[in-house]
T-cell receptor, first 114, second 112 residues
Framework: KQEVTQIPAALSVPEGENLVLNCSFTDSAIYNLQWFRQDPGKGLTSLLLIQSSQREQTSGRLNASLDKSSGRSTLYIAASQPGDSATYLCAPAESGGGADGLTFGKGTHLIIQP | DAGVTQSPTHLIKTRGQQVTLRCSPKSGHDTVSWYQQALGQGPQFIFQYYEEEERQRGNFPDRFSGHQFPNYSSELNVNALLLGDSALYLC???????????FGSGTRLTVV
């Protein structure tokens, strides 16, 4: 059974800093991995999707990397802004095109201080 | 292009009652998954529907059931509500999971 751990659980930094959020998963036989952000009481917004054959994906100030063999992914946020404050969740999709659903950890709760 | 639409946004029910939540997938998506998210936790997979069939189920009791319609929209039904069913229920759609999932804004269910 897939288990996902995200470190740190919470992070509070002044704006402008570069950040790294870590995600580890126990079963490396994944189809892809998706990073999401969630604002309080809201749904999930997809940030980046990395296919199992890829090493990284970039979107604006965000860069996600994937090391499938070691069961790790990182989300790098450059030049953080107060609007980046949210909970960040990673979710590996297991082989089979995601039929087993996504497995989530508890996320990293990020606060960017103005 | 509308994303995933869920209704209602909020709901209050009494223990023992039944509830139905609704989801319309993103245009072009044919697969719908449901998740339960308790406060302070990550979402937990309930089940997934494809071609009007339940394709996979997570660790949830039979009180949780669903349906997918020919237009790919879906319903989640929960019978005999318990206080512990209070949570944010999220619907996600995909094209068989190949290109990731799109989530709706959720339905906040409170059981009193």
């Amino acid at each position: 059974k897939q288990e996902v751990t995200q470190i740190p659980a919470a992070l509070s930094v002044p704006e402008g800093e570069n950040l790294v959020l870590n995600c580890s998963f126990t079963d490396s036989a994944i189809y892809n991995l998706q990073w999401f952000r969630q604002d309080p009481g809201k749904g999930l917004t997809s940030l980046l999707l990395i296919q199992s054959s890829q090493r990284e994906q970039t979107s604006g100030r965000l860069n996600a990397s994937l090391d499938k063999s070691s069961g790790r992914s990182t989300l790098y946020i450059a030049a953080s802004q107060p609007g980046d404050s949210a909970t960040y969740l990673c979710a590996p999709a297991e082989s089979g095109g995601g039929a087993d659903g996504l497995t989530f950890g508890k996320g990293t709760h990020l606060i960017i201080q103005p | 292009d509308a994303g995933v639409t869920q209704s209602p946004t909020h709901l209050i029910k009494t223990r023992g009652q039944q509830v139905t939540l609704r989801c319309s997938p993103k245009s072009g998506h044919d697969t719908v998954s449901w998740y339960q998210q308790a406060l302070g936790q990550g979402p937990q997979f309930i089940f997934q529907y494809y071609e009007e069939e339940e394709r996979q189920r997570g660790n949830f009791p039979d009180r949780f059931s669903g349906h997918q319609f020919p237009n790919y929209s879906s319903e989640l039904n929960v019978n005999a509500l318990l206080l512990g069913d209070s949570a944010l229920y999220l619907c996600a759609s995909s094209s068989q999971g190949a290109y990731g999932y799109t989530f709706g804004s959720g339905t906040r269910l409170t059981v009193v």
